[in-house]
């Protein structure tokens, strides 16, 4: 049974920091490549970041890019997802999802991902 399970979202205030978790299990985490999309109310689902089978390459919407780090950790079926300098449009439920690959590429169509999480609530407020 494929499962996905987010955690580590919150009400946090502007410049705040927080860290995301994606535990899987069920699939080949070494052979899939993970995204962090998000959806904001009334609007479309977003790919925020994405990191490869290898971890060896990454890529982010430009909105987060340098403010937002995506890792994984294969021994511990983990990914991670580091979100510095929050602003309140970064409020969204943050879905971690997969597709299996072993391709550089990284998609940013959430189309593409095949398994999804339940979401993480990230409220950024003062």
């Known amino acids: 049974q494929v499962q996905l399970v987010e955690s580590g979202g919150g009400l946090v205030q502007p410049g705040a920091s927080l860290r995301l978790s994606c535990t899987v299990s069920?699939?080949?985490?070494?052979?899939?490549?993970i995204g962090w999309i998000r959806q904001a109310p009334g609007k479309e689902r977003e790919f925020v970041a994405g990191i490869n089978w290898s971890g060896h390459n990454t890529d982010y919407t430009d909105s987060v890019r340098g403010r937002f780090t995506i890792s994984r950790d294969n021994a511990k079926s983990t990914v991670y997802l580091q979100m510095n300098s929050l602003k309140p449009e970064d409020t969204a439920v943050y879905y971690c999802?997969?597709?299996?690959?072993?391709?550089?590429?990284?998609?940013?169509?959430?189309?593409?991902?095949?398994?999804w999480g339940q979401g993480t609530q990230v409220t950024v407020s003062s």
């Open positions: 999802a997969a597709y299996g690959s072993l391709y550089h590429v990284i998609s940013t169509h959430p189309l593409q991902y095949t398994y």
């Open positions: 069920g699939f080949s985490l070494d052979m899939s490549t």
